[in-house]
């Protein structure tokens, strides 16, 4: 590999790719598996889709796996289990099979997100963080396509059963960590870590933003997609092409956002993407026409590129030596509602699936009055929007 290449911004991008290419194979197929090998029901899927958010309400702990191992190797090891656990997927198709896969595939998929995050705000400037988490989001999009195209093909017209589906993205994601670990040389920090759990009271804003953000990602992955194979019968190949399109678009769109993001800021890409959750929530609870639903789908994926609003918002404020331990708190933070969200609203959507997606337009309510608070010009010791400030000080 040519040294211009072998800087920390590709091996993020690297391990991006993987990453993405073995998680989206197995979401993609997921629902079509889960109804036709192992006879699921709504109250099925909700238990492992809380399951699998589990390990990311631990995320937490990787701050303290971090004072044995170094955090590059770390996620090295987090993209391998990742890897191991989807290619088990196939072979394991009982109930209780599938939790056990998920819940294996989860614990490196999310400890590789808090630690993908960590190394972003660390080894990248603050001035170009967005654009860089954009680049990040267009590569995982672009494996993501790969993984699609490769579903629709093999469904549609090779026949090729799911388990080695599974079996060739989990292999993949293995090679990748180990060919990451021989191409790129191990990284330094400029700023040593603090390895200790905390909350800091001038974070609350991002806390609640990212505890928001994880409440209504859970109606979009967990529910919306279940909508499209339950209530409107999409196979899984149009499942794929559903996911592909998605891709697409977001591949040329998240640079351009992170673009945007930087050039007009975090609170107005936040308000944008909050208010088009507001209207495509209420549209979720009312649609009965399959190509309306999947339109929704598609303008509801390429919102969530504005999340890294949240992300670039957090690096603006914070202690440099925070990243690594308020990466694995937000984390954290973020899975709350998603151990909770998933079977509660699994029993709900077994009497009305327009209430779970009702409640999420009022999630994205809640989201929108949040991110009116973040200041125009982020900084440490202007964590949140001047008016806020005063009228708190003028009640104290």
């Not at 209780?96 to 400890?111: D, I, N, R």
């Not at 999947?294 to 509801?300: I, N, P, S």
């Amino acid at each position: 590999m040519p040294a211009r290449f072998r800087t920390p911004e590709y091996l993020l991008i690297f391990l991006a790719i993987g990453s993405s290419l073995s998680f989206s194979v197995w979401h993609a197929l997921l629902n079509n598996f889960a109804v036709e090998q192992a006879a699921f029901t709504g109250r099925e899927i909700g238990i492992l889709q809380s399951l699998r958010e589990v390990p990311g309400f631990l995320a937490f702990t990787v701050v303290f796996l971090l004072l044995v191992i170094r955090e590059q190797v770390f996620a090295l090891l987090a993209v391998c289990l990742l890897g191991i656990g989807v290619a088990m997927t196939g072979f394991m198709s009982s109930e209780y099979g599938l939790y056990f896969t998920t819940v294996l595939m989860s614990v490196g998929f999310h400890y590789y997100y808090t630690l993908q995050q960590s190394l972003t705000l660390q080894w990248i400037d603050k001035g170009r963080s967005p654009v860089v988490m954009g680049r990040q989001s267009s590569a995982s999009s672009i494996a993501a396509l790969i993984a699609f195209a490769s579903i629709w093909l093999g469904t549609e017209y090779l026949d090729i059963e799911f388990k080695w589906m599974y079996l060739a993205a989990g292999g993949i994601a293995l090679l990748i960590a180990l060919g990451a670990w021989f191409m790129f040389p191990h990284f330094s920090h400029s700023v040593p870590q603090r390895k200790h759990l905390f909350l800091r009271r001038r974070y609350w804003l991002y806390y609640a933003l990212t505890f928001m953000s994880g409440a209504r990602r859970q109606i979009f992955i967990v529910f919306a997609g279940f909508l499209m194979v339950e209530k409107f019968g999409f196979s899984a190949a149009d499942i794929a092409l559903l996911f592909l399109v998605n891709h697409i678009i977001n591949a040329l769109l998240a640079p351009k956002i992170g673009r945007f993001i930087v050039r007009f800021g975090e609170r107005l890409a936040l308000t944008l993407e909050y208010l088009g959750l507001i209207v495509i929530f209420i549209a979720y609870a009312i649609v009965e026409v399959a190509w309306i639903a999947a339109l929704l789908y598609v303008l509801d994926h390429v919102l969530f590129a504005m999340a890294i609003g949240i992300k670039s918002y957090f690096q603006k404020i914070a202690d440099p030596a925070d990243m690594a331990s308020t990466s694995g708190v937000s984390f954290t933070i973020n899975h709350i509602a998603a151990v909770v969200i998933p079977i509660t609203f699994g029993f709900i959507w077994l009497h009305s699936p327009a209430v779970v997606f009702l409640a999420g337009a009022a999630m994205a309510v809640v989201s929108l009055l949040l991110a009116r608070l973040v200041p125009a010009d982020p900084d440490d010791g202007n964590e949140v929007a001047a008016w806020w400030t005063d009228a708190v000080r003028s009640r104290a």
